[in-house]
């Protein structure tokens, strides 16, 4: 019966780990990168803060609204100032505010440190789809990998491929690895995010952005273009397949063979 009227019930994943938005979700994508870890924990300190002052100000409104209602108290209080509490209501939540602000702070210049990458991708971000480049790697004439990822369109989806998420190149990373991540656009502004790994950064064109990144499990992790960017903004899906040391190596030996 329960799980008749809410159909939340029901739709919580049978899988272990969600890479990708499912129907009724109602909070984050399970965490595949230490920031991304950190961003769910703020959320949740944060969280229990703001229960508590729901609760304060809802108890002080409700029994405003009881106690002044007219048939209770006819005649009004004469008061229009009062300068403790005006001290205390200003002070109160500023300290709540500051209070918020250091692990916020530590977070937000965590997640801007580059550490030592040991690898660098760039991704541009074109209409509409992405380019990526593993510029760490040369050929014989100098050219370094390169390919182009573009959604896998309704009418070629296979089964078990996720509609409207699933490229036909992805990309390849290493996992427990720092990776510097360089970011342009060829036209207009994209973005290129991946919620379970913390990632969101802008691809502007004729400029480039740099962000951080360290997947620290195994795993297929969805994003999507995250700025407003033409009629297919919401058709150039981003798949970053994290795998092994190991096996990304062997990756990019055969992308240079094919080269
Ligand atoms: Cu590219 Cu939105």
């Known amino acids: 019966m329960l799980l008749k009227l809410f159909p939340i019930f029901v739709s919580v994943p049978t899988v272990a780990l969600a890479e990708f938005a499912v129907p009724w979700q109602k909070t984050f994508q399970d965490p595949a990168s230490p920031i991304m870890e950190g961003i769910i924990n703020l959320h949740h300190d944060i969280m229990f803060i703001i229960c508590f002052i729901v609760g304060f100000v809802s108890w002080m409104l409700f029994r405003t609204i009881y106690h002044f209602h007219h048939t209770r108290s006819p ?62 790697y040369s050929g014989v004439e100098g050219e370094s990998i390169i390919f182009d990822s573009y959604m896998v369109p309704d009418d070629e989806i296979e089964l078990g491929q996720l509609r409207l998420l699933e490229v036909d190149n992805r990309v390849v990373l290493p996992i427990n690895t720092h990776i510097r991540v360089l970011m342009t656009a060829s036209d207009v ?12 950064c802008d691809a502007m064109p004729g400029r480039l952005n740099q962000i951080s990144m360290f997947i620290n499990r195994e795993g297929v992790f969805y994003g999507q273009c995250s700025e407003i960017c033409g009629v297919n903004h919401g058709f150039m899906p981003i798949v970053v397949e994290a795998v092994k040391l190991d096996e990304y190596l062997e990756w990019v030996s055969n992308q240079m063979e094919e080269m």
């Open 75 to 136: 005649m009004p209080e004469l008061i229009v100032h009062g300068q403790t509490i005006e001290i205390i209501w200003t002070l109160f939540p500023t300290i709540i505010l500051l209070i918020i602000a250091v692990p916020s702070f530590a977070l937000l210049y965590s997640a801007d440190e580059m550490a030592d990458p040991a690898l660098t991708l760039k991704v541009i971000g074109r209409q509409w789809y992405w380019t990526y480049e593993y510029s760490d």
């Open 189 to 200: 502004i994209h973005s290129w995010a991946i919620p379970s790994i913390g990632v969101k």
